[in-house]
């Protein structure tokens, strides 16, 4: 079955350079979530997408952004970029929002040099 | 606000003995409760959820709303159990707890 897709897998950018994170959802999932996971942290909510609208929004620096496409696929745009944002970034999919099991994609490990 | 919390960062037992990961919520609804897996280099994974009841790789989870506690348990550990388990409180995110990792040992 069709899972969740992260690309790149990882991405190594310097200090004040800019990223950009894909993530594509599960055919028929309409809601995308991003998490960070900092090196032995639990994963924090960033941000989320329901029908290409933002749907609820976690601890996401104001140098971060994102937006759900037509195509249902979500990027997460990162700029001026710090040492601290390294981290695993995971997006999941669910076919809805609320009570349904969010289904979690590889990640895309960040290192920022 | 919701909240979960996994006191035990580090649960090591040997293989065969019970295991009990656990995990305490605060919600002002009705709650659903998720236990995640991490396997080394994998992804998060739905290991179960209260409202199915169901037992998966031995693994089960009673949802306690007198107690607000979701504990995972399984009688006889295993090798292969060695992974990172969240519990996630779902709303329109997931509230995960800071996790607990289960090392089974020989």
């Known amino acids: 079955a069709a899972g969740v897709i992260q690309s790149p897998r990882h991405l190594i950018k310097e200090k004040r350079e800019t990223a950009t994170l894909k993530c594509y959802p599960i055919?028929?999932?309409?809601?995308v979530y991003w998490y960070q996971q900092g090196p032995g942290q639990d994963p924090q909510f960033l941000i989320s997408f329901y029908e290409k609208m933002q749907s609820d929004k976690g601890s996401i620096p104001d140098r971060f952004s994102a937006q759900q496409f037509s195509d249902y696929h979500s990027e997460l745009n990162m700029s001026s970029l710090e040492l601290g944002d390294s981290a695993l970034y995971f997006c999941a999919s669910s076919p809805g929002t609320g009570f349904y099991e969010q289904y979690f994609g590889p990640g895309t490990r960040l290192t920022v040099t | 606000a919701q909240r979960v919390t996994q006191p035990e960062k580090l649960l090591s037992v040997f293989k065969g003995a019970p295991v009990e990961l656990k995990c305490n919520y605060s919600?002002?609804?009705?709650?659903?409760l998720f236990w995640y897996v991490q396997y080394s280099r994998q992804r998060l994974q739905l290991l179960l959820r209260?409202?199915s009841r169901e037992s998966i790789k031995g693994f089960t989870a009673d949802l306690n709303k007198g107690e607000t506690s979701f504990h995972l348990k399984k009688p006889f550990a295993q090798e292969e159990d060695s992974a990172m388990y969240y519990c996630a409180l779902p709303a329109s995110k997931l509230t995960f707890g800071t996790g607990t990792r289960l090392q089974v040992t020989l």
């Open positions: 919600y002002s609804g009705s709650p659903e």
């Open positions: 055919p028929r999932h309409d809601t």
């Open positions: 209260h409202i």
